[in-house]
């Protein structure tokens, strides 16, 4: 039986409503200042807390419920007489519910500007304390702290005249998890402004559910989309879709390798992905030339792709886009003429992305192997003419410069070993992801064709062996940029000497695994 209830909520949203429900029931409800307030200005009576503490609301509002009187009423184990014995000795009654929703912490975190000492005033304490006490007293306690469950609690105190033993075990377990990650926004954010290394021993990461999907990598696979909960500007969970079919979880992950390589041009520019990987890649004046030259980049696996563009996608590049079968376009707007034509594509997943070129500038990638997890830095550091090492007799003329600095934004997002030609803005051949640099250069080599000629080539790590450079050089590639650091770095440089070709060298390696 549910004879006594604490209601102390920051987030009021419905609680009037449930309150007066409660009342009607016969339930007993003793509240906290604000929420008191607003329950008694509808009517619906209540005992304030001070009532029961015999204690004033004090510090502002830093000590409102931290009273004996409350937790002992919250943790009394029914079922134990010593206990019961207890509490009628120091005239105490036990409290069976407690509705309490928490300082909005993250909501204070995210405004502009925020100090520090109005982010800690809204640590509650109190708040999780109750919902803490009431959990692991679950089995005498009901405990909600979301508000989108007080209707099915009064549609089981209706039907039963309690909360059932099981979603009192339910709901106690949803507390834990609240308090976990209300602690862990906390912790990661007060571990930042206090300037902590940057992996600490004991790593509490929290997300929020994005969406649940309909299965993972595989039908066989369950799978769920999550976000991050401080993290929005032009990130692929905030995008709108404008048309076709819910994500998969390929698509978000193919969506975020396309927006991750989009992310390295200020021009206009075009990515199209295939298993994570880029196909081709352009850019160009406008966003019609960006397209048509990641099209004829690889007109084969862009079948099915993901399109990610940089810029308003205008009629004239949609009419092209609807010439093939794309799973999904990225942009940051559309014009209404070009939506209209991407709309007759029923199935054509649309998503609009404000913000596309929004780079965070502090990133981690995690990934999760056997019994644990590995954390590391995203590969975000740009590469610019300026760090150019020459290291051939012949020296790279200003075209080609441009060329390879272009291949090697574009070799960085594709999975090792990986070899891209590039040309004109424009890829020719991509070899991602083979277990030796020659059958990556070779395939690169091969899809580039016959205008692999006068191209250059983007390595993204170094070449073990001659081979990779005496590929280029007989196939025509006129410069290659490449890390260098391999102790046979002179077989290679030899090999280009040799042809007559320009090579440079990064300093820094873009594994991607
Ligand atoms: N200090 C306390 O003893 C305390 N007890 C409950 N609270 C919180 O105070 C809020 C409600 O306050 P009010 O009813 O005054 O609007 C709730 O979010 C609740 O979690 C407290 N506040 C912070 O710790």
């Known amino acids: 039986m549910i004879k006594r209830a604490i209601i102390s909520v920051s987030d009021k949203t419905?609680?009037?409503?449930?309150?007066?429900?409660?009342?009607?029931?016969?339930?007993?409800?003793?509240?906290?200042?604000?929420?008191?307030?607003?329950?008694?200005?509808?009517g619906i009576k209540v005992i304030p807390i001070t009532d029961v503490t015999g204690f004033p609301e004090c510090l502002d509002g830093r000590v409102k419920t931290l009273h004996p009187n409350i937790f002992a009423g919250l943790l009394a184990m029914k079922d134990r007489q010593d206990h019961m014995e207890t509490l009628k000795e120091l005239k105490i009654d036990t409290i069976d519910m407690v509705v309490v929703n928490l300082y909005p912490f993250k909501k204070t975190i995210e405004k502009e500007g925020i100090l520090l000492e109005e982010a800690i005033e809204n640590i509650d304490i109190g708040g999780p304390s109750m919902l803490r006490a009431a959990a692991k007293n679950y089995k005498d306690v009901a405990v909600i702290t979301d508000p989108m469950d007080y209707d099915m609690v009064l549609a089981e105190m209706k039907e039963y005249g309690t909360v059932t033993d099981k979603t009192r075990f339910k709901l106690a377990a949803k507390v834990f998890n609240h308090t976990a990650h209300y602690d862990a926004l906390i912790a990661n954010y007060l571990w930042d402004k206090a300037g902590m290394e940057?992996?600490?021993?004991?790593?509490?990461?929290?997300?929020?559910?994005?969406?649940?999907?309909?299965?993972?990598?595989?039908?066989?696979?369950?799978?769920?989309?999550?976000?991050?909960?401080?993290?929005?500007?032009?990130?692929?969970?905030?995008?709108e879709q404008l048309n076709g079919k819910e994500l998969s979880y390929n698509n978000i992950n193919d969506a975020n390798a396309a927006l991750e390589l989009l992310k390295e041009f200020n021009e206009p520019a075009c990515i199209a992905v295939k298993h994570a990987n880029p196909c081709a890649v352009g850019i160009g004046e406008d966003i019609f030339e960006a397209y048509m030259k990641a099209y004829e980049g690889d007109p084969v696996s862009i079948f099915g792709g993901i399109v990610a563009l940089n810029e308003e996608v205008d009629a004239k590049?949609?009419?092209?886009?609807?010439?093939?079968?794309?799973?999904?376009?990225?942009?940051?707007?559309?014009?209404?003429?070009?939506?209209?034509?991407l709309k007759q594509k029923k199935n054509l997943r649309i998503l609009k992305l404000d913000n596309i070129k929004f780079r965070q500038e502090k990133a981690y990638e995690l990934k999760r192997v056997s019994g644990g997890l590995l954390i590391q830095d995203s590969d975000h550091v740009d590469f610019s003419v300026e760090d150019i090492k020459y290291v051939t007799e012949k020296k790279p003329t200003q075209e080609q410069i441009k060329d390879m600095l272009f291949a090697w934004k574009v070799v960085k997002h594709v999975?090792?070993?990986?070899?891209?030609i590039a040309k004109n803005g424009k890829t020719l051949g991509i070899g991602?992801?083979?277990?030796?640099?020659?059958?990556?250069?070779?395939?690169?080599?091969?899809?580039?064709?016959?205008?692999?000629?006068?191209?250059?080539?983007?390595?993204?790590?170094?070449?073990?062996?001659?081979?990779?450079?005496?590929?280029?050089?007989?196939?025509?590639?006129?410069?290659?940029?490449?890390?260098?650091?391999?102790?046979?770095?002179?077989?290679?440089?030899?090999?280009?000497?040799?042809?007559?070709?320009?090579?440079?060298?990064?300093?820094?390696?873009?594994?991607?695994?």
């Not at 039908?219 to 401080?230: I, N, S, T």
Request: proline content about 4%; hydrophobic content about 40%; overall charge negative.
């Open 198 to 239: 940057k992996y600490p021993q004991l790593l509490t990461l929290t997300f929020e559910k994005a969406q649940d999907l309909r299965y993972g990598e595989n039908p066989h696979q369950d799978a769920a989309y999550y976000k991050d909960p401080l993290k929005s500007m032009g990130m692929l969970h905030n995008a």
């Open 317 to 341: 590049t949609a009419e092209e886009m609807t010439k093939i079968f794309l799973e999904i376009i990225i942009a940051p707007s559309y014009s209404d003429e070009a939506l209209g034509i």
């Open 432 to 513: 991602p992801g083979q277990t030796n640099r020659i059958w990556s250069a070779q395939m690169s080599i091969d899809r580039a064709g016959e205008q692999v000629k006068g191209a250059v080539m983007a390595s993204d790590a170094f070449f073990p062996f001659a081979d990779v450079a005496e590929a280029a050089a007989n196939a025509g590639i006129s410069a290659i940029i490449q890390p260098g650091g391999s102790i046979r770095d002179d077989d290679s440089i030899e090999a280009c000497n040799r042809a007559g070709i320009a090579m440079i060298f990064t300093g820094m390696r873009h594994f991607k695994h």
């Open 14 to 42: 419905g609680i009037i409503d449930f309150a007066k429900k409660l009342y009607e029931m016969g339930v007993e409800i003793i509240s906290t200042g604000g929420t008191a307030k607003a329950l008694s200005d509808a």
């Open 415 to 420: 999975k090792s070993n990986a070899i891209v």
